[in-house]
Each structure stands twice: as C-alpha cells, then as structure tokens.
C-alpha cells in the first residue's frame, strides 16, 4: 500500500512537471537589430519600427503569448541569445547551413535576395566584380559581406550600420553597396538624401529564406512560433505588413 502510494504521488507529480514543462510562455523576449529598414528600425518616436516587428506581433498574437522587443545590436546578437537574454531573434536572419548547425529556426517567413547599389555616376557596373580594385560595403556578418567576399579583387569593408555604409558612399569613400533587397529600395529609392545619388544595378544574386532564431533544442518555442507563422500567412496578414512596409 505504502509503494501504491508512494508511485501514485511520483506518477502525479511527473505529470505535472510534464505539463509545466510543456506549457507555452505568457511572454517572450526577442532581440532584433532596429539598423535595417524597412525590416526593423527606430522611428522618429524612437519606437522599433518595421516588417519584423509587425509580423512579430501578429505572430505572437496568433499564437497566444506577449512579446517584449529588445533591440541589440547585430554583432553581438546571436551571443545575447547563447547567454540568454532573450528568447529568440528576428532581425532578417537568414537560414543557412552553418547557422542551422547552431541554433534552431522556425519556418521561413519571407525571402529575399542580395543586390548591388551604386553611384547614379557609375554607368557600367551591373554586378559584384565590376568593381575589381574598389571599396564595396556590407553590414558586418551578413550575407551581402559574404557575397562581396567571394569576388576576387574587390575589398570589403564592413560596418556595424548598413546606414553607415551608404554615409560612405555618397562621400565617395567606397564604390557600391550589397544588402538586402528592401534595404536596397529604402536607401537608393525612398530616402531622399540618396535617390538623386544611388541606383540599384542588375538582379538579385541570391536567393534566401529568413527564420525567427532559438536557442537549440528549443523545439517548443519553435513549435509554439510556428503555430503563429502558419496562421499569420492562413490569414494573408504577411501579405499586408508586406505591402505597408516593403516599396
């Protein structure tokens, strides 16, 4: 009677660490780099702003939970989330082998493709390695930096800013710009310090996917995340904070 007892107690008390365990989070802190507009940024109210953010909080609506918006910046992102500060990352990430090999993702929600920015005075360039022996920017330790690295005879130089990349060019210190396709068209076509200045050249060079980032072996964040992903684009809500943010 005692071991009936005894076990009915144990049995009880792993089902209920079970469900605990289980159990999705009332709330979740996720980073993200607000330097990449129209993706994620800061606003004239100072609030972060963007495609990420709004597709976030429809995500995280959808799936039942709050979400707490932590901006951080890019280069040491991922080590925020090593050392748990937070959550999960949505800062346009794009799914690779090498990141999947260290952390989990959710589903794609969008994709994307490098392209090319340069001087309106630059009339020949249309790709990459037609700046052999100049200056190209990127952000560092994104796609588009190892893009440019793969050129032989063209130089990087990376910034902490994708903004910081274009204040270079438009004073002449390098010659072309790679990122994102919508981080292209917010500089080179919307804002109006540069669009007299910049153009974007030729087509998107490749082809990416980008995730919301855990921790690995976070499958029930990911799961939980998911839930909210499929329903965002169930509802075509995705379609619309595309249309509102992406020009």
């Known amino acids: ?33 607000a330097t990449w507009p129209p993706m994620e940024m800061v606003d004239t109210n100072k609030q972060i702003v963007g495609y990420d953010i709004d597709f976030l909080k429809a995500v995280a609506k959808e799936a039942g939970v709050a979400v707490v918006i932590k901006n951080t910046a890019w280069d040491g992102i991922f080590a925020g989330l090593d050392s748990g500060q937070y959550d999960a990352i949505i800062s346009s990430v794009t799914i690779t082998k090498e990141r999947q090999a260290k952390y989990d993702f959710t589903e794609p929600y969008t994709s994307i493709g490098q392209i090319l920015i340069v001087p309106k005075t630059n009339k020949t360039a249309k790709v990459i390695a037609d700046l052999k022996g100049k200056k190209v920017g990127a952000q560092i330790g994104t796609t588009g930096a190892m893009e440019i690295k793969k050129v032989t005879g063209v130089e990087l130089k990376t910034y902490d800013e994708i903004g910081l990349a274009f204040e270079d060019m438009a004073a002449g210190r390098i010659f072309g710009v790679v990122c994102d396709e919508p981080v292209a068209a917010h500089f080179a076509l919307q804002k109006k310090e540069y669009k007299d200045k910049f153009k974007i050249v030729g087509k998107s060079f490749t082809k990416e996917a980008y995730g919301i980032v855990v921790k690995k072996g976070n499958k029930d964040l990911v799961a939980l995340l998911n839930k ?18 992406v020009k």
Do not use: E
């Not at 089902?15 to 999705?24: C, E, H, M, R, V």
């Not at 509802?235 to 509102?244: E, P, R, Y």
């Open 1 to 33: 009677m005692k071991f009936l007892r005894t076990f009915t107690a144990t049995a009880a008390l792993l089902a209920a660490l079970s469900l605990t365990a289980f159990a999705a989070p009332k709330s979740i802190k996720v980073a993200t780099d």
């Open 228 to 245: 909210g992903i499929k329903a965002v684009k169930a509802k075509k809500l995705d379609t619309k904070i595309h249309t509102k943010w």
